[in-house]
């Protein structure tokens, strides 16, 4: 096993190193993917959150904010609306996390960094604290996540990237594909793929067939092309009035507190309501005994997004 892939792509151009080709995905998996990335799409629109300047503004591309609601934290902006959702091998769907840069002031509290945190605690918590008694022993935290998917709603960022690289983590599928961040996971993936230490295969959920992906690209395309005008700004002052640089953001984070990119979540929440399976009995290969089919995939989803969005809450840690 060699220790890099350097010296094979130092000579090459970046055009070539940032193109990964991820290998066919069959109907019985591109179904299991669709059921996960729906889950997750109806996740973020039930936590979804557009006022990303705060009160006080118009936001001509947004619905009208209300800010009546004596919930926690109601109208306040508390992070992008961007999520992730972990599932082990057999099918079993781990927890979710939301980014939550606001909140924290940090730019280290991503959606992808922060369920890898929770991963890596929830795989070390013993059933029993008298670990003596049933040879229990303690698995590298290398090895512990790496048989778990990572699916986003966005393409990672180099430090997610990193963060699931060292956590050899093996795939991370991303729901929408983020121009600021140059295909690194691609890059990652090229440089690693092999080694001691990989980085995650990188798969785009156009791949499986998945509508969403393409229709929110094509949808943030619009977003960063639209006219400069007050009808389509991204924000207003409180007067109706342009707000330097903030009303003009061509930023993705900011087409995500769109009305526009939460139509969209809505259709996949819709769909995943009205989701028919054509591959209830598939199971992947080298499938354990304990591996959920397709159909009870579907129902574990459909039973963790009722979890997510009727007991749970948006960074907060879950129950084991």
């Known amino acids: 096993m060699p220790d890099s892939n350097f010296d094979q792509w130092k000579a090459e151009p970046v055009e070539k190193l940032a193109q990964y080709s991820p290998a066919a995905v069959g109907p019985g998996d591109a179904e299991r993917h669709t059921i996960y990335s729906l889950a997750l799409m109806a996740i973020t629109h039930h936590y979804w959150n557009g006022n990303k300047y705060g009160r006080g503004v118009l936001y001509p591309l947004n619905e009208p904010v209300d800010f009546s609601s004596s919930t926690l934290l109601a ?19 781990l927890d979710f996390d939301f980014n939550h840069n606001e909140l924290f002031n940090s730019s280290v509290e991503h959606a992808e960094s922060r369920l890898l945190r929770r991963l890596f605690s929830l ?24 048989n778990v998917t990572l699916y986003t709603t966005l393409e990672s960022c180099a430090q997610c990237s990193g963060i699931m690289a060292l956590a050899q983590m093996g795939r991370v599928v991303f729901l929408q594909t983020d121009p600021g961040q140059y295909s690194i996971g691609n890059m990652m993936r090229n440089l690693t793929v092999g080694t001691g230490l990989a980085a995650p295969e990188p798969l785009p959920a156009r791949l499986f067939g998945f509508p969403f992906h393409d229709e929110l690209d ?3 395309q619009t977003f960063r092309t639209r006219p400069k005008d007050k009808p389509h700004a991204m924000v207003l002052d409180a007067n109706g009035e342009l707000i330097s640089k903030q009303s ?17 979540y809505g259709k996949a929440k819709t769909q995943l309501d009205a989701f028919t399976l054509h591959h209830a009995d598939y199971l992947p290969k080298a499938a354990s005994p304990k591996c959920r089919n397709n159909a009870e995939v579907f129902v574990e989803a459909r039973h963790f997004v009722k979890y997510a969005t009727v007991e749970a809450q948006r960074g907060t840690p879950h129950r084991a």
């Open 75 to 93: 109208g306040d902006y508390n992070g992008h609306n961007i999520a992730a959702l972990a599932v082990d091998a057999d099918g079993n769907i």
């Open 123 to 146: 795989a070390q918590i013993n059933e029993t604290w008298n670990t003596a008694s049933n040879d229990a022993k303690r698995e590298s935290y290398g090895t512990l996540l790496k």
């Open 218 to 220: 094509t949808a943030y």
């Open 248 to 264: 003009d953001t061509t930023s993705i984070t900011s087409f995500l507190c769109t009305k526009a990119a939460r139509d969209i």
